[in-house]
């Protein structure tokens, strides 16, 4: 059927042969995905009238916050250290932690492919639920708290550093670890001397720019009393006390703009 629609086109070559050109499947990708957003369309109810009708009911919140109540700000210091205290505990927990994780989802240093699945499969779980269902569990284990908000960043930050951390390190040249081990070292040893100082900068770099985003996650976890700002932009958005959002909100935009460019110098300097 795809060959009489989208016949395959002929092509003469300068020996006089007739070869018969790849035929594109662009045209399948483009129905495959006309399909798709059609279902995506009628099982989110989107609509454009809706959209064009509304559209301008989120400008008028964003003016109810401008200006920013000054007044509230003596009351955000405090959780905002929170927040940035659980966001470094547990990035900096889960950068350390993920590295012997990643050592062993890494299918060049670690000869057993069960321990390999099995540490990509446990890895995949991790990346697969959600901050915010994280914190909400941990809550329930050790209660409400800002402890309970670093354990899921430390949970996040595993997943995701050491999910990189092991495409890094099976991509690395093996000659000097199979040296290393040819002079006697183990696995570990080699692995520690050969592998990991050629990884090191971006490991360190993806840290960073995970810490980066932990300070934007947390900032959410105080909705399900994992403690942090977002504690107070709770408060403030159940009150509708969008003067005071208005100011949470500025200084965490300040807060995440000052860590953003130290990380981002930190970076440069590390690549």
């Known amino acids: 059927m795809y060959d009489k629609i989208f016949p395959p086109k002929k092509i003469a070559l300068p020996n006089g042969k007739v070869v018969l050109e790849k035929r594109s499947r662009t045209p399948i990708i483009l129905v ?11 099982f989110t109810g989107f609509s454009l009238t809706v959209l064009a009708d509304r559209w301008d009911e989120f400008f008028v919140i964003i003016l109810d916050m401008i200006p920013p109540q000054w007044d509230y700000t003596p009351y955000i210091w405090q959780p905002l250290l929170d927040t940035i205290k659980m966001s470094l505990l547990g990035s900096v927990l889960g950068s350390l932690a993920a590295i012997p994780i990643a050592y062993l989802a890494s ?70 670890f199979e040296a290393m ?7 570990v040893q080699a692995f520690r001397y ?6 090191l900068p971006n490991y360190l770099s993806t840290s960073l720019f995970c810490f980066e985003g932990n ?9 399900v009393g994992a403690g942090g700002i977002g504690l107070l932009l709770n408060e403030g958005l159940g009150w509708r006390d969008y003067a005071s959002v208005g100011m949470i909100l500025l200084m965490l935009v300040i807060t995440v ?13 590390l690549i």
């Not at 081990?181 to 696995?187: D, F, P, Q, V």
């Not at 050969?194 to 990884?199: E, G, H, L, S, Y």
């Not at 300070?215 to 909705?223: D, E, F, K, N, S």
Request: charged letters at 15%; aromatic letters at 12%; a positive charge.
């Open 257 to 269: 703009f000052i860590i953003e460019r130290i990380s981002e110098h930190f970076r440069k300097r």
């Open 107 to 176: 299918a060049n240093v670690v000869k057993s492919k069960v321990i390999v699945a099995a540490t990509k499969v446990f890895l995949s779980i991790l990346r697969t639920m959600p901050t915010l269902v994280t914190a909400l569990i941990a809550t329930f284990i050790f209660g409400l708290g800002t402890f309970a908000g670093t354990i899921a960043i430390f949970i996040f930050t595993i997943a995701y550093v050491g999910k990189l951390l092991y495409e890094q390190i099976e991509n690395v040249s093996m000659g000097a």
């Open 181 to 187: 081990e040819s002079l006697g070292m183990n696995r």
């Open 32 to 42: 495959l995905l006309l399909i798709v957003t059609y279902i995506s369309v009628k």
């Open 215 to 223: 300070v934007r996650y947390a900032a959410i976890l105080g909705y």
């Open 194 to 199: 050969a592998i990991f100082p050629q990884v």
